[in-house]
């Protein structure tokens, strides 16, 4: 699976709009873009996941460069409660084979009020 | 959406003990079951995947005579730690696959065991 690269730390005010960045440069074609949170002491939370087009959800959007080299992952609007570490991930998304997921280091995201 | 539990959320153990995990799925059935630590100021590391009824494959590095995998039911993992010392004192953490209803896209994460050997 395709190695990431995401800045150890970001800061955001609270309501403003929070742009994480991701660069995956070496990902393969078949290769999906996963993000993940964690807050602290807790399970991660899945997100959001795209292959080339543009996702959108509740929870954010995903911003995927023509050239499936970076990604952003967008919360539009940050809380207090969006503080945690944020996951990219890169794999191969096959249905029933393997599945498992490697973890970087992540962003430690810190919304401030 | 899925939820998976985990039993216990915290456990402090003397060392030379064992500790046994659970991981379950309450609202789907997993297929697949993983198993992650973490420590701390660190991301998680997968230590071992589960497959219902099959023996669990563990990644590299991984001792799999210490770290007891059981996945004998579609709703039920666990992980043994056996003859627990402090360095095996971390956050365990589980995920689950349903492979069933097609949500193979998302993985759900138990909340996690912190795991204290003494």
């Known amino acids: 699976d395709a190695k990431t690269t995401q800045p150890p730390s970001m800061d955001c005010a609270e309501g403003r709009a929070a742009n994480l960045p991701c660069n995956h440069s070496?990902?393969?074609?078949?290769?999906?873009v996963y993000w993940y949170r964690q807050i602290h002491s807790q399970g991660p939370q899945y997100i959001i996941h795209g292959l080339k087009n543009n996702e959108t959800n509740e929870m954010a959007s995903l911003i995927i460069t023509e050239d499936r080299k970076s990604s952003t992952l967008i919360l539009p609007h940050a809380t207090l409660r969006d503080t945690a570490v944020y996951y990219c991930?890169?794999?191969?998304?096959?249905?029933?084979?393997?599945?498992?997921?490697?973890f970087g280091q992540g962003t430690e995201l810190s919304v401030k009020p | 959406g899925a939820v998976v539990s985990q039993h216990p959320s915290w456990v402090i153990c003397k060392s030379g003990t064992s500790v046994k995990i659970e991981c379950r799925s309450l609202?789907?059935?997993?297929?697949?079951m993983f198993w992650y630590r973490q420590f701390p100021k660190q991301s998680l590391m997968l230590m071992a995947t589960s497959n219902e009824g099959s023996k669990a494959t563990y990644e590299q590095g991984v001792e799999k005579d210490k770290f007891l995998i059981n996945h004998a039911s579609l709703t039920l993992s666990t992980l043994t730690v056996t003859s627990a010392h402090p360095e095996d004192s971390s956050f365990y953490i589980c995920?689950?696959?349903?492979?069933?209803?097609?949500?193979?896209?998302?993985?759900?994460f138990g909340p996690g065991t912190r795991l204290t050997v003494t």
């Open positions: 070496t990902i393969s074609g078949n290769e999906y």
């Open positions: 609202d789907f059935q997993a297929t697949t």
């Open positions: 995920s689950a696959r349903d492979l069933a209803t097609g949500r193979f896209d998302e993985q759900y």
């Open positions: 991930i890169v794999r191969v998304s096959i249905y029933n084979q393997g599945g498992k997921l490697i």
